[in-house]
């Protein structure tokens, strides 16, 4: 089983930046799957970014050049999306997503709100 916790949400102006972590634990070894979801009210889930044995992908090309993804060089475990240049349509719940040994697995989601 992979616990997933999220933090780095919240309110933010237009242009401003903020950065979500997800930290993944439990029984388990070597991750090759970590990626971000985002999901805004009455829209259907988007994939935004991942990472796939070491190779990063931006599904979403409306963050492409604003948002990165990255991976912490330490602790393996641990992915960051780095979100610059916001704006009010990134307004969504961003959910950390990992497939592990078949299985996928979710966090909580983190609200993040872009607003003037």
């Known amino acids: 089983q992979v616990q997933l916790v999220e933090s780095g949400g919240g309110l933010v102006q237009p242009g401003g930046s903020l950065r979500l972590s997800c930290t993944a634990s439990?029984?388990?070894?070597?991750?090759?799957?970590l990626g971000w979801y985002r999901q805004a009210p009455g829209e259907q889930r988007e994939l935004v970014a991942r990472i796939i044995n070491g190779v990063i992908i931006y599904d979403a090309d409306s963050v492409k050049g604003r948002f990165t993804i990255s991976r912490d060089s330490a602790a393996k475990n641990t992915v960051y999306l780095q979100m610059n240049s916001l704006k009010p349509e990134d307004t969504a719940v961003y959910l950390c997503n990992v497939r592990y040994r078949g299985n996928e697995f979710w966090g909580q989601g983190t609200q993040v709100i872009v607003s003037s």
């Open positions: 439990g029984n388990i070894d070597n991750i090759a799957a």
